[in-house]
């Protein structure tokens, strides 16, 4: 019986197991797509749009680069992106009033927003951001000042 059981979890298992492939994105992730905009003006945009709330340059990691060179070692496609970045950067005002609620509130800075397209549409670009769900004074600010960072990209863009 328990082996019958265990053969049921594990066909059950593998029979979902190409659902997760093609999940949808992940609860709390925030997405917005910029149809026509290429990679590099939505990438300059955000930059900008964060400069324009008084905050140092932002800290860019090359996502997709590090994607596309270490395909051939873990076997992934290595064009899962056409380009993509991740730009982090901090509010000390924000950062402050966060870890002033709950000093564990350091695990959320510093913020980031990924700017992507894909290989497919490379003249659209996309804005993926996780802002928290903390239920804050602190929350409340963080979410507003990303949503003025993602509103400032887009008016930069000619989207707003």
Same mark, same amino acid.
């Given at each position: 019986?328990?082996? *019958?059981? @265990?053969?049921?979890?594990?066909?059950?298992?593998?029979?979902?197991?190409?659902? /997760? !492939?093609?999940?949808?994105?992940? #609860?709390?992730?925030?997405? #917005?797509?910029?149809?026509?905009?290429?990679?590099? %003006?939505?990438?300059?945009?955000?930059?900008?749009?964060?400069? %324009?709330?008084?905050?140092?340059?932002?800290?860019? *990691?090359?996502?997709?680069?590090?994607? #596309?060179?270490?395909?051939?070692?873990?076997?992934?496609? $290595?064009?899962?992106?056409? %380009?993509?970045?991740?730009? *982090?950067?901090?509010?000390?005002?924000?950062?402050? &009033?966060?870890?002033?609620?709950?000093? #564990?509130?350091?695990?959320?800075?510093?913020?980031?927003? /990924?700017?992507?397209?894909?290989?497919?549409?490379?003249?659209?670009?996309?804005?993926?951001? @996780?802002? $928290? !769900?903390?239920? *804050?004074?602190?929350?409340? /600010?963080?979410?507003?000042?990303?949503? @003025?960072?993602?509103?400032?990209?887009? &008016?930069?863009?000619? &989207? @707003?």
């Amino acid at each position: 019986m328990l082996r *019958s059981l @265990r053969r049921a979890a594990i066909c059950c298992a593998l029979s979902l197991a190409p659902a /997760a !492939t093609f999940a949808a994105p992940a #609860e709390g992730i925030m997405v #917005e797509h910029f149809p026509g905009v290429p990679f590099a %003006d939505l990438r300059e945009a955000l930059a900008d749009a964060i400069a %324009d709330e008084g905050l140092s340059a932002p800290v860019v *990691s090359g996502f997709g680069a590090m994607l #596309e060179r270490t395909a051939p070692d873990l076997g992934h496609d $290595p064009a899962l992106y056409g %380009d993509a970045e991740i730009l *982090s950067f901090c509010s000390a005002g924000v950062a402050a &009033r966060l870890v002033a609620e709950a000093r #564990e509130h350091i695990a959320l800075c510093p913020l980031s927003i /990924a700017v992507y397209s894909l290989p497919q549409t490379p003249r659209d670009a996309t804005l993926a951001w @996780r802002p $928290p !769900t903390l239920d *804050s004074p602190g929350g409340d /600010a963080v979410r507003a000042l990303m949503a @003025r960072i993602v509103a400032g990209a887009a &008016r930069l863009v000619g &989207r @707003r």
